[in-house]
């Protein structure tokens, strides 16, 4: 009655009970998604005001401040949005007062003003807000636990976690480290055998004299840079070293295998600086720029630092010693699961990156989030909000993050892409139509190495199988809310490099069913010092566990999708069933041909998706890169240009990035797709060795398809 009388003689009508209960209910659901409570006014900066949906699938949740959260269920964004229009429309200035009175929230919690007395911001799009949450999520990507503020209650579920997973993950990775020794007892007894037996083992390795080369190459060049400290004889031994193109490394000596891209690319005569880039849900990854020092002037700290998380945006800064030259065209590079790209830089000049980089390339390397150094702009390493996220935010976030900070710092509309393994994972998946399709438009050509879309046969071997029965809930005792055993990162830092390489190779081999047979083999240390890296719980439950990857062996359709469109497509190809078979199957299909789609019906792209090229390592137990070059050429993608596509028989897995013969058989296309596509060419200086390639016409399909199917046929 009092609050009533004192509306009565300010001359306002008081807030009726349903715009409070508005207020208390929004106050209520923001405190559930805010970064901390809020009891007693503190912190209201980190309230949440508002969820920012990203794609129609992808909310990520702004605080008070303009800081970002990672993405939340679909729901419950939702109603935090649906509860703050409602109360912006409806809800009088008094109903927020009551609610602050009530002690739920201090009013900025409320949500209609940030903390710096500014509207807070509002979804560009007026209907999504409002719009109901789907009434599913894809199946492949099921909705991610919602984790709240700290409280009691979480701290002790989170110390649960830990310390289950600490003892249960590690006598997991115990297993498997034991299982890889058992394995390999016999290869070591027969490679002992045969040296009591005054046999080489190696001699049968196929580059065995490649490696030999090598290997007295870089020692002489150890003695030539000793020799050059010792007598300070300037850079005349060097410049010889590295040939007639003037790159004069700037460290050489015994290599001390050691976990920096920059040092590597300094034994080339180039070097590395160091970005950092903020995604839209406030993780801060890394962005390595590779570059020549003798025409390129470095940015200092702050310019390398993040920008903020709005994308697209910004004008040219790079600075060239001679700003009469023209540009290089920039390419960014995404490393695969569990790696950082520095596997891009392990092979002296025979690196992917140092190669395009010596070609003519503008060459960025990106990581994904968390990497060596997990950063987010509000979350600590402890917080499982930290690391609530999987193979989806890595594409729609990460990836096009990261596509943004390259084309603000070179200046140009488009740039090339290469990725391997699970970075052509998170590049198909942020292309598809359903999440970011704009991305395609920012990209001239996706160069996929090793492409994973596919799973191949290893994905039943037991001990993935293990992972794939239990349960979502059991995966999370056993393997944590955090990172993915985290021992292993602590390994990395405590063993020697050289014990550190030897496990790490052994381990992966005996995980994976690679080998280094053609790879060089005094650099493989080097290579296993760049993984692996932090990645979350969540991305390798999307993996191995029993509801997304493992179980449809797809990573955009389920398998009772692709399954049915392969069954389509062979009845009448190569693959079709015998004559008994397709006896038992006629009715089946005729009661199913007035159902049947169209081809492009199911297709994962739109016609804004860039164009393709694809190098498939034909060995590969990992994935399955041929049924994906199957998908595109029977039009399930009428969308997908293939402009390359090869197919080498006897690669494995790491074989596109490490073979010894890697530069002869995938990089030098590489660089000639990447120069064919580029629709700058007037712009930019002519790669090394593309003085000869014609440029890529759009919309010839027909070519297009045929100089696909050349290369794979040539390879094979």
């Not at 045969?194 to 060049?221: G, V």
């Not at 040092?263 to 849900?281: C, K, M, N, P």
């Not at 709005?310 to 540009?327: C, H, I, M, Y």
């Not at 001239?444 to 879309?453: D, E, G, K, S």
Request: glycine letters at 6%; one cysteine or more.
């Amino acid at each position: 009655m009092g609050l009533h009388i004192d509306h009565l003689r300010a001359g306002t009508q008081p807030p009726s009970a349903g715009a409070v209960h508005t207020a208390v209910e929004f106050a209520q659901q923001a405190e559930k998604l805010s970064l901390q409570t809020t009891q007693n006014n503190e912190h209201p900066d980190t309230v949440a005001v508002s969820a920012q949906f990203i794609t129609p699938q992808d909310p990520v949740i702004v605080t008070a401040d303009g800081n970002r959260l990672p993405t939340v269920p679909l729901e419950q964004a939702h109603k935090l949005n649906i509860l703050r229009d409602k109360l912006d429309a409806d809800a009088p200035k008094e109903a927020i007062v009551q609610a602050k009175n009530s002690a739920l929230t201090p009013p900025d919690a409320i949500g209609l003003t940030s903390a710096d007395g500014k509207a807070a911001h509002k979804s560009s799009d007026g209907s999504l807000r409002r719009s109901m949450p789907p009434t599913n999520t894809h199946p492949l990507f099921p909705p991610l636990p919602l984790y709240g503020p700290p409280s009691l209650l979480r701290d002790i579920q989170c110390w649960t976690f830990r310390v289950s997973s600490f003892f249960l993950s590690a006598a997991f990775l115990g297993v498997i480290v034991l299982g890889a020794l058992f394995t390999s007892i016999p290869r070591v007894c027969s490679k002992a055998w045969q040296r009591l037996t005054f046999r080489n083992p190696d001699r049968s390795r196929p580059f065995y004299e490649e490696e030999i080369r090598r290997k007295n190459l870089r020692r002489e060049q150890a003695k030539s840079w000793k020799r050059r400290k010792s007598q300070d004889r300037g850079t005349s031994d060097q410049e010889n070293a590295q040939g007639d193109e003037g790159y004069v490394p700037t460290e050489s000596g015994p290599d001390p295998v050691i976990c920096d891209v920059g040092y590597y690319a300094r034994r080339v005569g180039l070097d590395i600086e160091e970005f950092e880039v903020q995604t839209e849900d406030g993780f801060i990854i890394d962005l390595w720029h590779v570059y020549d020092p003798r025409e390129y002037t470095g940015l200092n700290d702050q310019e390398r630092s993040y920008q903020g998380p709005e994308l697209f945006t910004g004008d040219n800064r790079k600075q060239l010693r001679d700003p009469s030259q023209k540009r290089k065209f920039p390419v960014l590079l995404m490393h695969g699961l569990l790696q950082s790209s520095g596997a891009y830089c392990v092979n002296d000049d025979d690196s992917l990156a140092f190669y395009l980089c010596k070609s003519g390339y503008d060459v960025w390397l990106g990581n994904n989030r968390c990497g060596f150094h997990p950063k987010h702009t509000l979350l600590d390493y402890s917080d499982p909000r930290m690391w609530c996220w999987n193979i989806r935010q890595m594409g729609v976030f990460d990836l096009t993050a990261l596509v943004s900070r390259v084309l603000f710092e070179t200046g140009f509309e488009k740039i090339g892409l290469i990725c391997h393994s699970q970075g052509t994972t998170e590049t198909f998946v942020a292309l598809a139509k359903e999440q970011r399709p704009e991305l395609g438009e920012k990209l001239t050509v996706f160069c996929a190495l090793a492409p994973a879309a596919y799973a191949g046969p290893l994905i039943g071997k037991m001990y993935f199988k293990f992972m794939r029965v239990i349960s979502p809930d059991l995966f999370r005792v056993m393997f944590g809310i955090h990172a993915f055993i985290p021992l292993m990162m602590t390994m990395h830092s405590i063993l020697p490099p050289s014990m550190y390489g030897w496990l790490g190779y052994t381990v992966f081999s005996f995980l994976f069913d690679w080998t280094d047979l053609r790879w060089d083999r005094d650099l493989r240390d080097r290579m296993f010092q760049f993984a692996p890296v932090y990645v979350s719980a969540e991305s390798m439950r999307w993996w191995l566990g029993r509801e997304c990857f493992a179980k449809h062996k797809c990573i955009l359709s389920t398998k009772e999708e692709w399954r049915n469109e392969e069954r389509e497509d062979t009845t009448d190809g190569p693959l079709a069933e015998t004559a008994s078979q397709r006896r038992d199957t006629t009715l089946a299909n005729n009661s199913r041909e007035h159902h049947r789609k169209p081809k492009g019906a199911t297709a994962w792209y739109n016609e804004q998706v860039c164009p393709f090229a694809l190098w498939v390592a034909g060995n590969d137990h990992l994935v399955d890169g041929q049924r994906l070059l199957q998908r595109f050429e029977r039009g399930r993608e009428p969308h997908v240009r293939v402009v390359h596509s090869k197919t080498i028989p006897e690669y494995e897995h790491l074989d596109v990035i490490w073979a010894m013969d890697a530069a002869d058989q995938i990089f030098q296309e590489i660089r000639e797709v990447l120069w064919k596509t580029c629709d700058v060419r007037d712009k930019c200086r002519t790669p090394k060795g593309c003085e000869h390639v014609s440029a890529w016409i759009p919309g010839e399909v027909g070519a297009e398809n045929e100089d696909a199917e050349q290369s794979s046929s040539d390879s094979a």
